[in-house]
């Protein structure tokens, strides 16, 4: 199964960015999609991005597009989600998650057989 460690959450003010990165290892071949989640306290956890690895295409939430961009490194051993212009409504737990097969649920935590530990990102107003 994938490991997957999440770094570089924190707290901001509104307005501002942060670079969360999420190493993937201990896997034979890398996963077909990648993604990030996230979840605030007493809420479900939402999709936010999802990285189609072999094909390098992104697609994202709504709330989140031209705001967050996700990317993967050249050695397609790390994913990373750039957010840019965060706001108070992007306070939450983030989660990277990979599917090591295609999925069609690629929207949905119960499309992704590995997670991470999560990595808290905090906004203030």
């Known amino acids: 199964q994938v490991q997957l460690v999440e770094s570089g959450g924190g707290s901001v003010q509104a307005g501002g960015s942060l670079r969360l990165s999420c190493a993937a290892s201990?896997?034979?071949?890398?996963?077909?999609?990648m993604g990030w989640f996230r979840q605030a306290p007493g809420k479900e956890r939402d999709w936010v991005a999802t990285?189609?690895?072999?094909?390098?295409?992104?697609y994202y939430a709504e709330s989140v597009k031209g705001r967050f961009t996700i990317s993967q490194d050249n050695a397609k051993t790390s994913l990373y989600l750039q957010m840019n212009s965060l706001k108070s409504e992007d306070t939450a737990m983030y989660y990277c998650?990979?599917?090591?097969?295609?999925?069609?649920?690629?929207?949905?935590?119960?499309?992704?057989?590995?997670w991470g530990q999560g990595t808290q990102v905090t906004v203030s107003s």
């Open positions: 201990g896997y034979t071949y890398r996963p077909f999609s």
């Open positions: 990285m189609f690895t072999a094909f390098g295409s992104a």
């Open positions: 998650a990979a599917a090591e097969g295609r999925s069609s649920d690629w929207m949905r935590p119960h499309g992704y057989n590995s």
